[in-house]
């Protein structure tokens, strides 16, 4: 009679296997806590986003079938929605959205990095000056545009100091530069509130060895401080890329809807959507977020692959020395 033995497996004691049921404890704690925050964007922002691309493929109203009997309801449509996509108003609007962005945040920027620089000089009165850079920015844009509106008017302050009889809020070039100038003056001080936190973080002692060494102002900015505050500055470029695309009540306000020469796509999506014309509507909203997501795509994956290199070649450095 043969017996068979049971074949039994060492069971893993000590450290290890401490520490394997610790790293999965805090595991399921860090998911048990994350829940409620995933829970609340999958009701916010992931069944909004798949309901909007299901009613893309609809189309709603009244239509006559092939009978020539009138017929009520939703009904697929598949990819004609998208059809507008190509059209002329379309186009429009994504070369207004495209050029506010473009210009606007190059125009923050520029602005931004200048205030973050005299913001952060020691001199008295400083946080006076720090206070009402920041004011536009804590401006409602309704409130701004309405602002914005009066001083462009035909007799407003605008006109008046240039002597000029410019109709700025009517269709024109001039529409596109009293925008540019009304988001310029309220969002550059959000750019330069994010870069002045770079600034704060940079060590006197780097500025200290460049006067030593005989740098130049213009040397210690280019070769010192705009290096060192690039993520700060990369990461304010970012979010304002992302806001000027979808940029919609400051043209709304100040020129008014349905204006050829500044209508963006977030103005062309209400226009449809108010139109009780969602399924255009929310071709539109997709083809907007799929543009979104490829520009901040390119600039994470051109810009901060650059980020990721300098961090990895400073740690290098760190264990090097150590």
């Known amino acids: 009679m043969v017996t068979l033995t049971e074949e039994r497996r060492p069971v893993a004691t000590g450290p290890g296997r401490r520490r394997r049921e610790v790293a ?4 399921w704690l860090a998911a048990a806590m994350l829940s409620p925050t995933l829970v609340v964007l999958a009701l916010v ?34 990819l004609a929605n998208y059809a507008g996509v190509v059209s002329e108003r379309f186009l ?41 850079i920041l004011i536009p920015w804590a401006v409602p844009t309704a409130v701004s545009g309405l602002m914005w509106k009066w001083i462009f008017q035909a007799d407003g302050v605008a006109n008046t100091l240039l002597g000029t009889e410019i109709l700025w809020t009517a269709e024109g070039v001039y529409a596109k530069l009293a925008v540019i100038v009304a988001d310029t003056w309220k969002t550059a001080p959000f750019v330069g509130l994010l870069v002045l936190a770079g600034l704060q973080i940079i060590p006197r002692e780097v500025y200290e060895a460049a006067r ?111």
């Open 212 to 322: 030593v060494d005989g740098a130049s102002p213009r040397q210690t900015f280019w070769r010192i401080t705009l290096p060192l505050v690039k993520p700060a500055l990369l990461v304010a470029v970012l979010f304002r890329l992302m806001d000027a695309l979808r940029i919609f009540d400051l043209p709304y306000v100040l020129i008014g809807p349905r204006k050829h020469s500044v209508e963006t796509l977030s103005g062309l999506i209400w226009d449809e959507a108010t139109r009780v014309h969602y399924g255009p509507a929310s071709a539109y909203g997709t083809a907007l977020f799929v543009y979104i997501a490829l520009i901040a795509f390119v600039f994470v994956k051109l810009l901060g692959a650059d980020l990721l290199s300098d961090v990895r070649a400073r740690e290098k450095e760190t264990a090097d020395a150590a």
């Open 92 to 132: 429009n609007a994504a070369f207004n959205t495209t050029l506010f962005t473009v210009v606007t945040v190059l125009l923050e920027v520029v602005l931004g990095v200048a205030m973050a620089l005299v913001m952060n000089r020691a001199f008295r009165g400083r946080a006076v000056l720090r206070a009402s």
């Open 45 to 78: 922002v992931f069944y909004p986003l798949v309901a909007a691309l299901r009613e893309s493929f609809y189309t709603s109203g009244e239509t006559l079938d092939a009978d020539g009997f009138v017929v009520e309801g939703e009904r697929f449509s598949g």
């Open 24 to 27: 999965r404890g805090q595991s």
